[in-house]
């Protein structure tokens, strides 16, 4: 089976203006189990079903969750992270365009786990649909009992509130869009702590991906040690894939960890536009690696995408045929992290200008083997030594390209010295 629809079983069947619809298609039904259950069960299903965050970087659901738990402050927040600046992903609009109450119940079941008092949805500002429909449902919810005080009729009392960034693509890092929030630059801050323990304006804090709270629903409907027989063993369940690039049917699509990236590409998006030969793609978005046609049977997974010395990002899978030069996708790559870099710190901020200098060369063809030592060397130094992701996963383009394109470096080199 390449697709399975847990998460977007309700695209297309349901008006997202419409709770009435929602409720009918079983909406809110599991918030209200979650409500008939010990706050400590919920995470441990969720546990049972080793969830891993959506947005990027894997991290397992409930040590969240556990971590918000434990902490006695009166004030604790739930924070979905929705700014998806990350090029070549798009999944999460289609989230919440298509079904925005499974995000919010998502949020309300886990603030109801971990004693959240207080949600907020930070949206990227170009997402000026999603922003409404959010906001629209919120007030939706409200009219009738699953927002507010005294939810469904209970003691707990929590609310949710839509912020918008102004386009930071560093925002997405959580210290980032924490600051952010605050009303201060989106810079990084110097971890630990943690965000669980002094978060947004100094009060512990749960950040979690748009699908990643989508799916907190369908563990409990389906039982957590349902939901970890879906997928691989160390990655369980399913993943919204954003396809895009040169295939001949671009969209999302929910698969179960597990399917190669050669059905994704070849039965879901019907092979590449006009029958050309692929050369590469590119994996997670911008930040990922770049690998070619031959390592296409690999399956999507976090431990095999660990392998590239990254993760398996958002789900972005970029399709690139024979008609683009490798270099001037990575100078593209490059440019974009250099002027997205918030500036905090020096592997960062001077390490793109050097990057974009160097890569430059090879797109003129004046590259040497000296510049494709300095290339590897400086690319290492920025993934290793940086603050945050933005920095320690821009590099991977190029680490990657290296690795398994190297031939294309050399003959680049080659080429420099006839010319």
């Given at each position: ?173 959580e210290f980032s869009l924490i600051e952010s929030i605050e009303g201060n630059p989106g810079r990084t801050r110097v971890k630990p702590p943690f965000p669980t323990q002094i978060g ?220």
């Amino acid at each position: 089976m390449i697709e399975m629809k847990l998460i977007s079983k309700r695209f297309g069947k349901i008006n997202p203006l419409s709770i009435e619809e929602y409720i009918k298609f079983d909406g809110y039904k599991n918030l209200k189990k979650a409500f008939s259950m010990e706050r400590t069960a919920i995470i441990e299903e969720v546990q049972k079903a080793y969830l891993r965050g959506r947005g990027g970087a894997g991290f397992p659901t409930a040590i969240k969750m556990m971590a918000l738990a434990k902490e006695t402050n009166k004030e604790k927040y739930i924070l979905c992270n929705a700014d998806e600046g990350e090029p070549g992903n798009f999944k999460d609009r289609y989230l919440m365009e298509n079904d925005p109450h499974q995000v919010l119940e998502g949020m309300i079941i886990v603030a109801y786990a971990t004693g959240g008092t207080k949600g907020i949805i930070y949206v990227r500002g170009e997402y000026q649909k999603s922003i409404s429909l959010l906001k629209w449902s919120i007030d939706e919810a409200k009219k009738k009992g699953y927002l507010g005080n005294k939810i469904l009729g209970s003691k707990f009392n929590f609310d949710i509130e839509v912020r918008s960034g102004a386009g930071s693509y560093v925002c997405g890092e959580e210290f980032s869009l924490i600051e952010s929030i605050e009303g201060n630059p989106g810079r990084t801050r110097v971890k630990p702590p943690f965000p669980t323990q002094i978060g947004v304006f100094g009060k512990p804090t749960l950040i979690n991906n748009v699908e990643t709270f989508s799916t907190i629903p369908t563990i409990l409907e389906i039982s957590g040690a349902e939901f970890a027989k879906i997928g691989t063993p160390t990655s369980t369940g399913t993943k919204l894939i954003s396809l895009s690039g040169n295939v001949k049917n671009k969209g999302v699509f929910e698969i179960p960890f597990g399917v190669p990236i050669r059905d994704v590409i070849y039965k879901l998006g019907k092979g590449i536009e006009k029958d050309r030969k692929l050369k590469m793609v590119q994996l997670g978005g911008a930040c990922g690696p770049i690998i070619p046609e031959y390592m296409l049977d690999m399956i999507i997974d976090f431990e095999r995408f660990e392998e590239f010395e990254s993760k398996t990002g958002a789900g972005a899978i970029i399709v690139i045929d024979e008609r683009f030069d490798l270099f001037d996708i990575l100078l593209k790559i490059v440019q974009f992290f250099q002027h997205e870099s918030c500036g905090k710190c020096t592997p960062c901020r001077e390490g793109h200008i050097q990057l974009a200098n160097l890569i430059k060369k090879f797109v003129e063809r004046k590259a040497t083997m000296e510049d494709i030592v300095s290339l590897e060397s400086l690319a290492r130094v920025i993934h290793q030594t940086s603050l945050c992701g933005l920095g320690q996963t821009s590099p991977t383009a190029i680490i990657s390209s290296l690795r398994y394109f190297r031939d294309d470096y050399i003959d680049c080199v080659e080429h420099s010295y006839k010319g």
